[in-house]
């Protein structure tokens, strides 16, 4: 009778060991972004919106840097015939010039990636969308993205286990 209550006791544990593991597995799946990106026809579109944006900030640039040029080479010119005070006005204005052009390449660069992400943010969302759906259909416990190395999709449920805690305490941080 103890052989069978013993016997009986290992079968339950080996059941719920079984149960808890395979329970326990995750479902990984992974995904690349940028490829799936690349290929939506809605990109093409948004794509040429922005390339016409680019080339009109572009010509914008060239136009003040030949103007910038242009007075480089008159200043150049006429430097040996200028005053003192002259001169010392002229480089101070192409310094001027020349610090507007950097502003606004970096104010236009600024602007373009703002763009970017605002012509791109509906496309990200339908992407994410469609993966949360295939998540949640095919039963995936995460879906990474092999182009970034971001978690695209992860249980919404609090059963996976957030390590920042445990990491913070193997190295002493609070």
């Known amino acids: 009778m103890k052989k069978l209550l013993f016997v009986t006791g290992l079968v339950a544990m080996f059941l719920f060991i079984g149960t808890t593991v395979a329970s326990a597995q995750a479902k990984i799946g992974y995904i690349n972004s940028n490829e799936l990106l690349a290929i ?47 001169r010392e006005t002229k480089e101070q204005e192409l310094s001027d010039i020349n610090a507007r052009i950097g502003n606004y390449e970096s104010t236009a660069t600024q602007r373009l990636q703002q763009r970017q992400n ?48 445990l990491v913070k305490t193997k190295l002493g941080l609070k």
């Open 40 to 86: 939506m026809p809605e990109r093409d579109s948004l794509q040429g919106v922005f390339d016409k944006e680019r080339e009109a900030i572009a010509r914008r640039l060239e136009e003040m840097q030949v103007e910038y040029n242009n007075k480089v080479e008159v200043y150049v010119r006429q430097r040996d015939s200028l005053t003192p005070i002259v």
């Open 118 to 165: 605002e012509l791109l943010q509906p496309l990200f969302d339908k992407v994410t969308k469609a993966i949360k759906e295939v998540a949640l259909e095919q039963k995936f416990t995460y879906i990474l993205d092999i182009s970034t190395g971001v978690a695209l999709y992860y249980p919404e449920d609090d059963k996976s286990l957030n390590v920042l805690p």
